[in-house]
């Protein structure tokens, strides 16, 4: 008996202690809001300025560097977007006129005027130039790109990169022949040339004039078949001519040891023997050939993690990667690309889709037309080797199809112990007519919980309905959208 009324005090005792803690914790809730009252109170009293005018003045330049670099070449945006950037505040004005990494970018063009020229030269200070001469189109302007030329030949010790691009290829090779020929350019790193119609290599190119260089890329009406021995390049992109020696390219590019990315555009004729170059650092390796066999067969690159290629006219890959079985075991990413990309260009055969598999069995990201879709995914499926794939990109899907052969694969690969694919479709192939949204819709019900689709600039044709305020029928309106990027990501089933 004695016990039960102990129990009972006891309980008596906690709920009044428990009354006591609730009525001090709405006390302590109370206080709280005031004070938070009281600084919402005084924050709007100080009038602090917004976020964005909170940020360092680095971080700030940083920003507007990312903004005005990011932007594609014809929106000249180290003109333009600069301007209006520096329209929105004083502090973005004050900003953008004294970091000098923002003026690092001079664009010798008819749409830059000396004065803007000569503005970049001075506020960029001693930082590294990176020029581009471009949009060029006829010789009357030689008075005025010579002008603009001379404002900047007198800093050419801070040239770090140099572009001649979209210019007429006349007045693309008196650039290069007149202007910059025999230049010197110590801190020159990278040196892009489109356009300018080349028989000798040009001397500023040399390591005794630009030692520094680690990227060269000669694109157009390129006839130099020889790279002289001594400068660092890392980086080399050419365009061969009908006329140009493979042979003697490839073998003037073996000092170079540090090379690690190597693209080879055109025709180009007499390639070296099988397995005699050898590029043990190269980890790049681009063939846009009219054959790439013979360049392929003759170079030995045991490193190498992307491959991109192009199938010769009329012949299947199996004629390309058929003679060199276990040679690409350390390729992670592989391009084939169809020259032709047209709906009626020859699709690949089963046959050629295996030898590609068994040429690469440790693919894991996989790039192909889309007209060889079958030949890989339906029926025997020789994509079924690549286990370590990660993801899978198509270029030239007809809008409007959709592909069941990579539909039933992918259900079929569904099971747990493989990893969701990421498949991409772009350079959509549009026949007459962009077909409405529902194609995407069709698409996305066939394909949902079997991978993570992303659809890159697809064209669709919007239906709009609206109900105006004075009629009640509704109106339809039809029309054509830009291109829209779409990426589906959901939790996949399996």
């Given at each position: 008996?004695?016990?039960?009324?102990?129990?009972?005090?006891?309980?008596?005792?906690?709920?009044?202690?428990?009354?006591?803690?609730?009525?001090?914790?709405?006390?302590?809730?109370?206080?709280?809001?005031?004070?938070?009252?009281?600084?919402?109170?005084?924050?709007?009293?100080?009038?602090?300025?917004?976020?964005i005018n909170r940020l360092p003045s680095t971080a700030l330049c940083d920003i507007i560097y990312r903004v005005i670099c990011d932007a594609p070449p014809e929106a000249d945006s180290h003109r333009r977007t600069k301007r209006q950037l520096a329209s929105v505040s004083r502090r973005?004005?004050?900003?953008?006129?004294?970091?000098?990494?923002?003026?690092?970018?001079?664009?010798?063009?008819?749409?830059?005027?000396?004065?803007?020229?000569?503005?970049?030269?001075?506020?960029?200070?001693?930082?590294?130039?990176?020029?581009?001469?471009?949009?060029?189109?006829?010789?009357?302007?030689?008075?005025?790109?010579?002008?603009?030329?001379?404002?900047?030949?007198?800093?050419?010790?801070?040239?770090?990169?140099?572009?001649?691009?979209?210019?007429?290829?006349?007045?693309?090779?008196?650039?290069?022949?007149?202007?910059?020929?025999?230049?010197?350019?110590?801190?020159?790193?990278?040196?892009?040339?489109?356009?300018?119609?080349?028989?000798?290599?040009?001397?500023?190119?040399?390591?005794?004039?630009?030692?520094?260089?680690?990227?060269?890329?000669?694109?157009?009406?390129?006839?130099?078949?020889?790279?002289?021995?001594?400068?660092?390049?890392?980086?080399?992109?050419?365009?061969?001519?009908?006329?140009?020696?493979?042979?003697?390219?490839?073998?003037?590019?073996?000092?170079?040891?540090?090379?690690?990315?190597?693209?080879?555009?055109?025709?180009?004729?007499?390639?070296?023997?099988?397995?005699?170059?050898?590029?043990?650092?190269?980890?790049?390796?681009?063939?846009?050939?009219?054959?790439?066999?013979?360049?392929?067969?003759?170079?030995?690159?045991?490193?190498?993690?992307?491959?991109?290629?192009?199938?010769?006219?009329?012949?299947?890959?199996?004629?390309?990667?058929?003679?060199?079985?276990?040679?690409?075991?350390?390729?992670?990413?592989?391009?084939?690309?169809?020259?032709?990309?047209?709906?009626?260009?020859?699709?690949?055969?089963?046959?050629?889709?295996?030898?590609?598999?068994?040429?690469?069995?440790?693919?894991?990201?996989?790039?192909?037309?889309?007209?060889?879709?079958?030949?890989?995914?339906?029926?025997?499926?020789?994509?079924?080797?690549?286990?370590?794939?990660?993801?899978?990109?198509?270029?030239?899907?007809?809008?409007?199809?959709?592909?069941?052969?990579?539909?039933?694969?992918?259900?079929?690969?569904?099971?747990?112990?493989?990893?969701?694919?990421?498949?991409?479709?772009?350079?959509?192939?549009?026949?007459?007519?962009?077909?409405?949204?529902?194609?995407?819709?069709?698409?996305?019900?066939?394909?949902?919980?079997?991978?993570?689709?992303?659809?890159?600039?697809?064209?669709?044709?919007?239906?709009?309905?609206?109900?105006?305020?004075?009629?009640?029928?509704?109106?339809?309106?039809?029309?054509?959208?830009?291109?829209?990027?779409?990426?589906?990501?959901?939790?996949?089933?399996?």
């Amino acid at each position: 008996m004695n016990e039960l009324v102990a129990a009972r005090a006891e309980r008596a005792r906690l709920n009044e202690r428990e009354q006591k803690l609730l009525e001090e914790l709405g006390k302590v809730r109370v206080a709280a809001q005031v004070q938070r009252n009281r600084i919402d109170d005084l924050f709007k009293q100080q009038k602090f300025p917004p976020p964005i005018n909170r940020l360092p003045s680095t971080a700030l330049c940083d920003i507007i560097y990312r903004v005005i670099c990011d932007a594609p070449p014809e929106a000249d945006s180290h003109r333009r977007t600069k301007r209006q950037l520096a329209s929105v505040s004083r502090r973005w004005r004050y900003t953008i006129l004294n970091f000098a990494n923002l003026w690092t970018t001079i664009v010798l063009s008819p749409s830059w005027p000396a004065s803007l020229v000569m503005a970049h030269v001075d506020r960029s200070g001693e930082c590294p130039l990176d020029i581009i001469i471009s949009n060029w189109s006829s010789i009357s302007h030689l008075p005025s790109l010579r002008d603009h030329f001379g404002l900047v030949l007198t800093c050419g010790y801070r040239w770090r990169s140099l572009v001649i691009r979209e210019n007429d290829d006349e007045f693309a090779t008196h650039i290069v022949k007149s202007f910059i020929w025999n230049m010197r350019f110590p801190a020159l790193k990278r040196a892009e040339i489109s356009g300018a119609v080349i028989s000798d290599f040009p001397p500023f190119l040399t390591s005794k004039y630009a030692s520094a260089l680690e990227r060269l890329v000669l694109l157009g009406e390129n006839r130099t078949d020889q790279v002289p021995a001594g400068t660092s390049l890392k980086v080399v992109h050419f365009h061969l001519a009908d006329d140009v020696s493979g042979s003697r390219l490839l073998s003037s590019l073996l000092p170079f040891w540090q090379l690690k990315e190597l693209v080879l555009r055109g025709s180009g004729y007499k390639w070296p023997k099988p397995k005699t170059i050898h590029f043990p650092a190269l980890a790049s390796l681009t063939l846009s050939l009219f054959d790439p066999t013979p360049a392929l067969v003759a170079m030995v690159v045991p490193n190498l993690n992307y491959l991109g290629c192009s199938r010769p006219t009329s012949l299947g890959w199996a004629h390309v990667f058929g003679s060199r079985p276990n040679v690409f075991a350390s390729v992670r990413h592989l391009c084939l690309d169809d020259p032709t990309n047209t709906s009626s260009s020859l699709p690949t055969g089963v046959s050629s889709a295996r030898v590609v598999c068994r040429a690469f069995p440790s693919v894991r990201h996989v790039e192909l037309p889309a007209n060889d879709i079958p030949a890989f995914f339906d029926n025997e499926a020789p994509a079924t080797r690549w286990s370590d794939l990660e993801g899978l990109t198509f270029k030239g899907l007809t809008v409007g199809t959709i592909p069941y052969a990579l539909v039933r694969w992918l259900e079929k690969r569904r099971p747990r112990q493989h990893a969701p694919l990421h498949v991409t479709f772009s350079d959509f192939r549009v026949l007459e007519s962009a077909p409405d949204a529902l194609w995407l819709t069709s698409l996305y019900k066939s394909i949902r919980g079997c991978c993570a689709l992303e659809l890159r600039d697809v064209p669709l044709t919007t239906t709009v309905k609206a109900l105006p305020s004075s009629q009640k029928g509704v109106m339809d309106s039809s029309g054509n959208c830009g291109p829209v990027r779409v990426f589906i990501d959901e939790e996949f089933e399996g």
